[in-house]
């Protein structure tokens, strides 16, 4: 008689559409899943995971009697509602392959219109987590006369397709807004040096939509978490403290911005 695990994982497949897709979207071999399918095996810790995460549940869900988990199952919202969300989840899974020679920490230059003539040099480490590559962003920058000091803190998830970096991250405080960067290196082998765009809204009353060049410079290992964050801040443009390729690379034009009052 086939476990409530298989059971209720064949009416979870049912319900997700297509088992080759279900099992690219969890990174389990086909044959394997095959076996859990049939009753022939019980996934290991790291398998069961991936499983939970994929379909957004516990394991004592998933080992439930099957007619207690169908019931359950009624009372949430179906995977066929779920569905339109599936094409963007499954473009962060498994990516700390492909991402993996990216991995590491960065000091992020761009301009924005909330300091226009300066380049803010921000932070953001790349780190694998549980098959996702996870990001956090922290920025900072401040006046010349101490009397405007900006601070934020962004995370998200970044992914590989088409060749190029692909980062999407919010505020860590709620409300906030949904930014992105696409990003290739400057040679193919090499990841010293990434160039791309970003597409954000500006830390102001007006909220600009913008976009903007940004160039992402690797940290070396030696370099401690505080000294890295030290150099973090809104430098001029022509400041002999930014690295003359940097500046080469973002060039002079300034971020093009969408005014709310434009008509």
Request: glycine share 8%; proline share 8%; hydrophobic share 35%.
């Amino acid at each position: 008689m086939p476990s409530p695990f298989s059971q209720n994982l064949r009416w979870l497949c049912a319900e997700a559409g297509p088992i080759a897709q279900t099992c690219r979207g969890i990174g389990i071999n086909r044959q394997q899943f095959n076996r859990y399918l049939n009753g022939g095996g019980i996934p290991s810790a790291h398998n069961l995971r991936r499983i939970e995460k994929y379909f957004a549940l516990t394991e004592d869900a998933l080992f439930a009697p099957h007619a207690e988990f169908r019931s359950g199952q009624a009372a949430q919202p179906t995977q066929s509602a779920r569905a339109p969300l599936q094409p963007f989840s499954q473009l962060f899974q498994n990516q700390a392959r492909p991402l993996r020679r990216f991995l590491g920490v960065y000091h992020a230059y761009y301009r924005t219109p909330t300091w226009p003539g300066q380049i803010i040099r921000s932070l953001i480490q790349l780190r694998a987590e549980d098959g996702l590559v996870v990001t956090h962003t922290y920025e900072r920058a401040s006046s010349e006369d101490g009397s405007i000091h900006q601070r934020g803190r962004y995370h998200g998830l970044a992914s590989f397709q088409g060749n190029r970096l692909c980062m999407y991250e919010t505020p860590r405080r709620s409300g906030g807004f949904l930014s992105e960067t696409v990003l290739m290196p400057e040679h193919p082998q090499q990841t010293s040096y990434l160039q791309g765009l970003t597409l954000g809204v500006a830390a102001r009353p007006d909220q600009q939509p913008f976009s903007t060049r940004t160039v992402w410079v690797r940290i070396a290992e030696r370099t401690s978490a505080r000294e890295a964050l030290a150099l973090t801040g809104a430098y001029p443009s022509t400041s002999a403290r930014l690295d003359p390729k940097v500046r080469r690379l973002l060039g002079d034009q300034p971020p093009i911005s969408i005014n709310s009052q434009t008509r």
